[in-house]
């Protein structure tokens, strides 16, 4: 005969935690984001020194359509420079940002579990990265080239320099934010959130929501670049499940014994 038992929690809590009442959380709260806030506009500011370098960078996937970019307002190329150092800074201080989301909630969790944070903040800076590489050398030039090859020979494209950063930016910036999936899906299966039986029977949905968001992405309205962008997508939420399993393993918690 087996019997169901719960198992408490062990006692790894660190004694040595300051407790923390709802205004130190705030204050905790309001710190972090300070920090993270001076660590962007830092990053924006190295990058705005740089801007015209990484315009440049930019304009790769489209130089060979289109040698060089117009702009119709005296104000376009400083709001598109403003955009360009937004979207590097960003990047920039990816490490900095997530290393205070993590320092925020590291003290509700165990010792075992605030072990994992430097795995969370390179994990997600790389997974960041990733997104952005995949923007940029893939699905940003499968896009431009299908979009500028309609009325190739009977139009001429004339695009100006604000139009194409916020296109290029906006796309490249999304879909690093979509690549940290399995970091965040990580996270919730560690503290207990999420677990990969409950990600399998939400598998549909997911698709559901993965398409919808595929389609606000992805700059075209045709389904092929919506495809290009979701079967990645789709490949990360399987490979989360897959992670979610390492992290339940790994948690200092069996929930459940025969």
């Known amino acids: 005969m087996t019997l169901l038992q719960v198992i408490p929690p062990p006692p790894d809590i660190d004694s040595n935690e300051p407790k923390l009442t709802i205004a130190g959380h705030l204050e905790e709260l309001r710190r972090r984001l300070g920090i993270s ?93 990733a997104g952005v590489a995949f923007a940029y050398f893939f699905l940003l030039p499968t896009s431009l080239r299908f979009l500028l090859g309609i009325g190739a020979g009977v139009l001429e494209p004339i695009i100006s320099l604000d139009r194409y950063v916020a296109f290029s930016t906006t796309l490249i910036f999304w879909c690093g934010l979509v690549f940290e999936l399995p970091v965040i899906l990580f996270v919730l299966a560690m503290v207990g959130i999420v677990t990969p039986e409950w990600l399998r029977q939400q598998r549909a949905y997911a698709i559901l929501v993965l398409a919808i968001v595929a389609a606000v992405i992805t700059p075209t309205t045709d389904p092929v670049n919506m495809i290009l962008l979701m079967i990645p997508m789709v490949f990360l939420y399987e490979l989360s499940i897959w992670i979610t399993h390492v992290a339940i393993r790994r948690r200092p918690l069996d929930f459940v014994r025969r």
């Open 37 to 129: 806030l001076a660590a962007l506009l830092i990053a924006v500011a190295i990058s705005f020194a740089h801007v015209e370098r990484i315009i440049r960078w930019l304009q790769r996937p489209i130089q060979p359509m289109l040698p060089r970019f117009a702009f119709f307002s005296p104000t376009e190329p400083l709001i598109a420079y403003i955009k360009v150092a937004l979207l590097a800074g960003t990047v920039l201080a990816m490490p900095v940002i997530l290393w205070q989301i993590w320092g925020f909630v590291r003290s509700g969790l165990t010792k075992r579990e605030r072990a994992y944070g430097v795995t969370f903040i390179g994990w997600g800076s790389v997974q960041f990265v």
